[in-house]
Every structure is written in structure tokens, then in C-alpha cells.
């Protein structure tokens, strides 16, 4: 099983443009996306547990689509300190502005307008409008940014000895970390 670094082939997010109002009433589509196998991402592997939950929501206005991406999955990744095997829940949104116009007078589901530089918002300049808006890439970023990039298996998680690698948290090992102050070493030195 090779990690996966781009939207799985497999992954339909193609969007009929003829689904969303012109008139600028929210269009919402909710679906689910299979990972066939682990992401790779932060140096580390994010294996899947089950399917990521997609929600897109769309409002077409002036011949600018915004698209709302929700994105929410399970993983497991190792934990930071003693590499145990730790479920971690990832939930991001992202907003996307495909125009072909330069922003303005844009508005968001909710109504809200968006500023002329909105960092929330990522502009996709388009020439025209295909019969069908693939979000698969979309959907992608929002659930690579939606990865934590570290976990911990539980709070206070005393981590691996640096001696023997013996989880801490299975009890002491016995091994004495002498010089893991230098402050202390100095101490030890001046002891005569
Ligand atoms: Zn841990
Ligand atoms: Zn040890």
C-alpha cells in the first residue's frame, strides 16, 4: 500500500454547475470519500480510519462561485513522544472563490460580504465555467491543512528513555539520564 500525496484518482468531487442557483441561494452537497491508503504528510503517515465526511456549500452571484469546503476525518498517528498508535480527529474548512471577475461585491452563504483581500478566502480566477466544478483538489487542501502535525497519546505522556527506548509510561526503566542538564554536570564539577 503506497501513501497517497494527491487527491485519490478514485475521488468524484465533479460538481454539475447546473445543481447551483444563479440567483445566489446556497446549494449544499454532503458526501463521504474513501482514502485507500495512508497520507503522507508532516514527514509522518496518516492512516485513515474510515471515510472523510465532505461538505460543500455553493452560491453563485455574479458570475463568481464561492464554494465552502468542510472537511472532517479519523486518523492514526504515531504519538509524538512515545510513537504509540494515537487517534486523532481532523476537521477543517476552506473557502474558495472561482471568478471571473476581480473580487468584489463577493458574499458569502451567510450573506456577509468579503473584503477585496479576504486571506480566508482563496481567489481561483477562471475564464469560464465548465459544466462541471472539480472540487477534488479543493477538497484535498482543506484536509491536508485540516492534519495536525503532532499528537500526543494522553496528556503527560512521559515519552520514550533516551537510553534504552523504553516506554516511560510502562513504568521506570532504571536508566540515569546524567547529563541531560548541563547546569547540574557544573554542579557535579565544583563538588570537591
Ligand atoms: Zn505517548
Ligand atoms: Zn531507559
Keep these: 500500500m503506497k501513501n497517497i500525496k494527491a487527491p485519490p484518482d478514485e475521488w468524484d468531487c465533479g460538481i454539475q454547475l447546473s445543481r447551483i442557483p444563479k440567483n445566489a441561494s446556497p446549494h449544499t452537497e454532503a458526501f463521504r470519500l474513501d482514502l485507500p491508503a495512508p497520507i503522507s504528510h508532516w514527514g509522518q503517515e496518516y492512516e485513515p480510519d474510515g471515510p ?31 510513537l504509540r498508535k494515537t487517534r486523532i480527529e481532523a476537521t477543517g474548512n476552506l473557502k474558495y472563490l472561482f471568478s471571473m ?66 516506554d516511560r509510561n510502562d513504568g521506570d526503566c532504571g536508566c540515569r539520564d546524567d547529563n541531560s542538564d548541563p547546569r547540574l554536570a557544573a554542579l557535579r564539577d565544583v563538588d570537591v
Design 101 to 166: 471577475h476581480p473580487l468584489k461585491d463577493a458574499k458569502d452563504s451567510d450573506g456577509a460580504a468579503i473584503p477585496e483581500e479576504d486571506g480566508d478566502v482563496d481567489v481561483i480566477q477562471v475564464d469560464s465555467f465548465q459544466a462541471e466544478l472539480d472540487m477534488a483538489q479543493c477538497v484535498w487542501e482543506a484536509l491536508l491543512l485540516s492534519l495536525p502535525e503532532r499528537a500526543l497519546c494522553r496528556e503527560g505522556c512521559k515519552g520514550l528513555c533516551p537510553i534504552c527506548g523504553h
Design 52 to 82: 472523510v465526511a465532505v461538505k460543500l456549500t455553493f452560491t453563485f452571484a455574479n458570475e463568481r462561485i464561492l464554494a465552502e469546503v468542510s472537511v472532517r476525518a479519523a486518523f492514526y498517528i504515531p504519538c509524538s513522544r512515545c
